[in-house]
C-alpha cells in the first residue's frame, strides 16, 4: 500500500505542478522587466496609459548626451572592474585552495567581507578613505572613473573567488600531478590542465562581476564625483522627477545589449568546450 517508486531528480520536470511553479517564477521575475521593454515604446510622456507605438523616445534616448556619456561610463567601469576582478578571484581562489597558511581562515573570513557587509556601508567607507588621501576628482577620461572601478573591483572579485572556488571543489589534483610526472613544468601544468577545468567557472564568474559592477548604485553613488555620472545615477536622477519612456528607452536599451554580451559569451564557452572534446 506504501511502496512507492521512487522518482528520479530530472522526472520532475515533466510533472505539471513543477512545470507550472518554474513558470510562475519567472514569470514573477521578470514581467516587470517585460512591462519596462513595452512601455518604451508608448506614445505618451506618462506610463500610466498606453497611447501608442513610437520610435521617439529610442531616438531621443540616443540624441541624450548625458545618457549616452553615463552609459558608456558604466560599460568602461563594468568592463575593467571585470578583467581585475577575473584575475584577482581567480588567483585568490586556487590560492585559498591550493596552500596552507597561516591565519588562511581569517584571509577567507576577510575577503567574504564585501559580499556580507550593506552596500551602504561600503560606500560610506570607499567616500571616507578616498577623501582622507585627497584622490583627485579632475583627471580626463577615463582616469576620472578610477575611484569607482576600484571602489567595484573591490566588492566584485570575493563573488569570482566564491564561484571559482566552488570549481575547484571537483577538481582532481592527480591530473595535475600526472601532467608534472610527464615533464609539465608549473605554468604548464596550469595552463593546460587546471585552466581548461576552470574555464565555466571564470565565465560565470566575469558574467556575474559584470553584472553586479554594472547595476551598482549605492556604492557608485558614494565614489562618483561631479563629472563621473554613470548610468544607474543618471537614471535615479532622472526618474526622481517622473518615469518617461525615455528612461524605459535607455534602460532596455543596456538590457538588450547585456543579453547579448552574456548570449556571446555562453556561446563562446559552448564552442570552445565542444571544440575542446574533440
Not at 521575475?29 to 507605438?53: C, E, H, Q, T
Not at 540616443?62 to 577575473?86: H, K, P, Q
Not at 569570482?160 to 605554468?187: H, I, Q, Y
Not at 571564470?202 to 547595476?215: C, H, M, Q, R
Request: with cysteine; aromatic share 14%; glycine share 4%.
Amino acid at each position: 500500500m506504501f511502496n512507492r517508486t521512487a522518482i528520479a531528480p530530472l522526472e520532475y520536470t515533466r510533472k505539471l505542478w513543477m512545470r507550472s511553479w518554474v513558470g510562475l517564477t519567472m514569470l514573477f521575475l521578470y514581467a516587470p522587466l517585460i512591462v519596462l521593454m513595452i512601455f518604451s515604446f508608448n506614445d505618451s510622456k506618462r506610463n500610466v496609459v498606453w497611447k501608442g507605438f513610437t520610435l521617439k523616445y529610442y531616438e531621443k534616448a540616443l540624441n541624450n548626451d548625458g545618457l549616452v556619456e553615463a552609459m558608456v561610463n558604466s560599460l568602461t567601469i563594468a568592463f575593467l572592474a571585470t578583467i581585475v576582478s577575473l584575475v584577482i578571484g581567480a588567483l585568490a581562489a586556487v590560492m585559498l585552495w591550493r596552500f596552507r597558511f597561516p591565519f588562511k581562515g581569517l584571509v577567507e573570513g576577510t575577503m567574504s567581507l564585501p559580499i556580507i557587509v550593506p552596500e551602504i556601508c561600503l560606500g560610506v567607507a570607499f567616500l571616507i578613505f578616498f577623501a582622507k588621501i585627497d584622490w583627485p576628482t579632475d583627471l580626463p577620461w577615463p582616469l576620472n572613473l578610477s575611484a569607482i572601478t576600484i571602489a567595484h573591483i573591490t566588492f566584485c572579485f570575493p563573488f569570482v573567488a566564491m564561484v571559482v572556488r566552488a570549481r575547484l571543489a571537483s577538481f582532481n589534483k592527480e591530473e595535475e600531478e600526472a601532467a608534472k610526472d610527464l615533464g609539465a613544468t608549473e605554468w604548464q601544468a596550469f595552463r593546460d590542465v587546471l585552466l581548461p577545468h576552470l574555464k565555466p567557472s571564470l565565465v560565470a564568474g566575469a558574467l556575474l562581476a559584470f553584472t553586479l559592477s554594472l547595476d551598482d548604485f549605492v556604492i557608485t553613488f558614494f565614489t562618483s564625483g561631479p563629472d563621473t555620472i554613470t548610468f544607474p545615477v543618471k537614471v535615479y536622477s532622472m526618474v526622481r522627477f517622473s518615469v518617461t519612456p525615455e528612461v524605459n528607452a535607455a534602460s532596455t536599451i543596456l538590457i538588450i545589449l547585456t543579453v547579448v554580451l552574456t548570449f556571446i559569451a555562453l556561446r563562446y564557452q559552448g564552442v570552445k568546450g565542444i571544440s575542446d572534446a574533440h
